[in-house]
């Protein structure tokens, strides 16, 4: 760790942190929630802003994550990162991943049950990517799974119902939950 990064008990600075989360792909991130809502067809509104607000913690925990899982590689293949050079510990990073992960789950949650049901899923695939399937033939289908997650986040943040609607009904004869 540089002196400076141990100075600030390993939290960085703002640039750091900048580096590490790849700010600068952050635009790239509402446009499936507005996707979502629009293939549900529905304007955007105050769950698609909750949906946007998601997207963007997850996808920012899975950076955070992704460069945690990788440290022991980036020490050797990017050693400027910000963790394998000491600006930001590994454990600041991995604080991080939760704590955004968490606030990702807190927004969805804000814009209704569907919405956090999709967002843990959504959740549970950025970890399951970062921490096992990145590098095995799983990966490429749990990135595709995320994309269309957050889609879906989109969908259902902005117009449960009609996600609701669009699903198939259970047979006639199937037993239902009783109330």
Known sequence: MTRAAA????????GDWAELLRVSALFTVPGDALAGAAAARCGPN??????????????EAGMALNDWADRDIDAVERPGRPLPSGRIA?????????????????????????????ATALAGTVWAYDLGLKNTPAGPPAMAAARALDLLLGATASAPAAVRSALPRPPSWAPTPSR
């Open 90 to 118: 590994p454990g600041a990073a991995l604080t991080a991943a939760t704590g955004l992960t968490v606030a990702g789950l807190l927004c969805a949650a804000a814009a209704g049950r569907p919405a956090l049901t999709t």
């Open 7 to 14: 100075e600030r008990g390993g939290w960085g600075n703002w």
């Open 46 to 59: 105050r769950g698609t802003a909750l949906a946007v607000c998601s997207s963007l913690c997850l996808y």
